[in-house]
């Protein structure tokens, strides 16, 4: 006779659910806002931007150096918060990939991730993040390739 233990669901994490009203905040914000695409464009990263001042010291500098290589390598990727997240998004304002800092969900370390829209694509498996613990000179340059990668300009 076999026993199965069953493990009672407890639902999303404290984070989880702060992520969750972040991106209904963020979605009525991008709603409400008025003027031209482009003066909402700046809008977009000044909200990036304060997101990624909030952020702790570890944190913050590596999302300030991704934010750089994402927008220099990839200027067709607007800046927008996703799920309280610094993220890029293409031409359709769909995320092609994002930052996610490790203290926003407790983790030991911060991630760079990739949606599907970004075209990593690498037979039948490959890879969507990558965690970080310092953007290098060295990881720079493999961020800007995997971007480069991801938005076809390669």
């Known amino acids: 006779m076999t026993s199965t233990t069953t493990t009672?669901?407890?639902?999303?994490?404290?984070?989880?659910?702060?992520?969750m009203k972040d991106h209904a905040r963020e979605t009525k914000a991008a709603a409400a806002r008025r003027g031209s695409k482009a003066e909402k464009a700046a809008l977009a990263v000044a909200d990036v931007l304060a997101k990624i001042a909030e952020m702790g010291d570890a944190d913050r500098a590596m999302a300030e150096r991704i934010h750089t290589v994402v927008t220099a390598t990839a200027p067709g990727l607007a800046p927008k918060l996703w799920y309280g997240m610094p993220a890029y998004a293409d031409e359709a304002g769909k995320v092609v990939c994002f930052f996610q800092s490790a203290e926003?969900?407790?983790?030991?370390?911060?991630?760079?991730?990739?949606?599907?829209r970004a075209r990593l694509d690498d037979g039948p498996m490959?890879?969507?993040g990558y965690a970080?613990?310092?953007?290098?000179p060295e990881v720079e340059d493999r961020i800007a390739a995997l971007v480069t990668r991801a938005v076809g300009t390669a």
């Not at 407790?106 to 991630?111: D, G, K, N």
């Not at 970080?132 to 290098?136: G, I």
């Open 8 to 19: 009672a669901y407890e639902g999303f994490t404290a984070e989880e659910r702060a992520a």
């Open 104 to 116: 926003k969900f407790t983790s030991r370390y911060a991630t760079l991730g990739f949606s599907d």
């Open 126 to 128: 490959w890879a969507a």
């Open 132 to 136: 970080l613990t310092e953007v290098t």
